[in-house]
């Protein structure tokens, strides 16, 4: 008999479990019959309208919280990321020491996208305005402290010390887990293990995941060094008070010297080539394949054997507009889409089970704490934040550096490098993919790694081929939080350069700051908040006044406090993506405290694994529930761990020593 599945979202976990349900292999016989097979049907509803490609165009560019903004929405020109930007390259190494989003990775290379990764540099020397002080990272010191009273000279060293003075609390550096599955170990026993004050109120032994992460910096730094930390990492999200065994860990993810990548094609083309393949694949296999957009999921309950679900429009997205049924459904969404699923049933009385309702599902799904962002994107006709030209620049972002990569060595090959040059740098630990900021100090790295003395021509080749724009940020206390710099990163030759710069990267209570900047003065508010669609809609044009305002504080930044917000030239295009708003209502999730975090991701991905008695194929995907909250990656590893332990398809990956989602110990 035929069987249908159906996928409600279109984003990351969404796209993923179609494809992953058309193109994965089987482990064993027993996944076979639930594989999908010519004659059976596979649903794809999506509540917005992504532009997947010519024959699925849409209003804005694929990926639900990823999203890739070109100016004026050209392709070829520069573009900027107003959503997920990046990700952390595995190496391909199966050890359980090895760093990095290996599904995420896999992906890329199995649907081809490899060629356009490129390193995503973060400064090593980032640029800083807290409390109306400019300083770069390498000028705070002793004798020029951060405006903060910290208790023991915590002022004297980057804002990032606070979170390793939280961290030893596990121990020393040593005693901290070293692996994914250990990590996991420690989410449920991880302590305090070394002795503290009586003053203080968390005491030793004490379990890290019953313990909020603002209230134990709070408890160890007091409230300037607490202050200090969240001024300066950039993050409000990261010190909110959120689970602190998970804390520990994530925010080591924040610290200078993560390597990331991205894509020069944009982030966004991840899921355009997913949805590509997708459409392949369905059509090779026999397979209806069927898309719905601008269509949302109003409930689901099991009956009977199956699965009963009604949907909504677009236009009317609070009433029924059809009901069907299923073999399987998967919730590709955030905790705030569901949340309006279970509220549609809530109230009412009705046939079958209500799985989303039962008391400890809710219980789970009130762990993944919501957490709103904002991301404000400017394109300029002048890379005026590095125009050291101009003598009112007083402080300019630190962005040069140099990295080789493998491209590099490529075309210095290609050049007439000579080949043992090449072939050390490319065995050097200390050389591929790590950025200097200093041209000399990357110039005696590479003679350290050659033994040998270069040519000034040949220093000159190497820098020009190495020289690298980081992408920032700079981090500020004021409203605007972080700024990231793209530059000009346009595909399409002999364009006029564009240069795009995220003046606005926050979240957390910051949102609502800009927020009201959406209408400005003697504007009243005609739409509800709660039916405001934008995430959907795409980036909208930013008002002159929130233009301003961006403005304002970027002078405050790159040219000093007292500076006017003329200092900053007029943009060619200004736009915002508010991720406050619905359906997300979210940029990004992350773990209560008083969970044991492992267990919610085992059983919330089958959710009726937490009603006695019950066994209901509705399955919850995403990254809000995942091992990697706030990454793709973690969208793709909670949809691979339901593939594999559900459906019989076989890993992606060796995940021997890389758990997709962290084993329980609780039954």
Known sequence: MAKTYSIFGAGASGLYTAWRLLDGKTAGEGGKAKQLAQGDTLELYDWGKYDFSKEYPGSRAAGARVCTWHYKDDKSSSYLELGGMRYSDWNGDNSGTAGGHRVVTTVIKQLGLDQYAVPFNTSSNPLYYLRTKNMYLASITSANPAPYHVDHYGADDSPDTGFTTVELLAGTAKNLPQTRAAWCEFY??????????????????????????????FDQLGSEGFGYVSDGNGYTSNVINWNSAVALQANNEFTPGTEYKTLTTGYSSIFNALFDAIVRLAKAKGVTFDYHPDTRLHSILKVGDGISYAVATRKSPNKKAATRTTNAAWLAMPRYAIDLVAQA????????????????????????????????????????????????????????????????????AKAGFPAAYVAAMKNSAVIVETPYASASDFIHAVEHAIQERLTVKQEEQLLAAAKRNSIGPSVTDTPIRQVVY????????????????????????????????ELGPDRERKIPISDDMQPLDGPREAPPIMVKMLRAQ??????????DYTAVPEPL????????????????????SHYNVCDVQQKIRKPSQLIDGADADIFIVGEAYSNDQAWVEGAFCTAESVLNDFFGVAPIIDNANYPFICPSRTK
């Open 188 to 217: 449920q026993d991880g302590s305090i293990a070394v002795d503290v004050p009586q003053s203080s109120v968390y005491q030793k032994g004490q379990l890290f995941k019953d313990i909020g992460y603002w209230n134990l910096m």
């Open 345 to 412: 049933t809530r109230y009412e009385d009705h046939q079958g089970l209500d799985v989303l309702n039962h008391e400890k599902v809710q219980l789970y799904l009130e762990s993944a704490i919501m957490q709103p962002s904002y991301k404000v994107g400017m394109f300029f006709d002048q890379e005026w934040w590095t125009d050291t030209t101009n003598s009112a620049l007083q402080y300019p972002a630190p962005i040069l550096s140099y990295e080789v990569t493998l491209r590099v060595l490529d075309a210095l």
């Open 486 to 517: 793209f530059g000009n990163n346009a595909r399409g030759e002999g364009q006029k350069p564009v240069f795009g710069l995220l003046a606005s990267y926050d979240d957390e209570m910051y949102t609502s700051f800009w927020q009201d900047l």
């Open 554 to 563: 970027l002078a405050a930044v790159h040219f000093g406090p007292q500076s």
């Open 573 to 592: 295009e200004t736009r915002y993506m508010d991720w406050s708003l619905p359906p997300f209502n979210a940029g990004y999730h992350a773990y209560a």
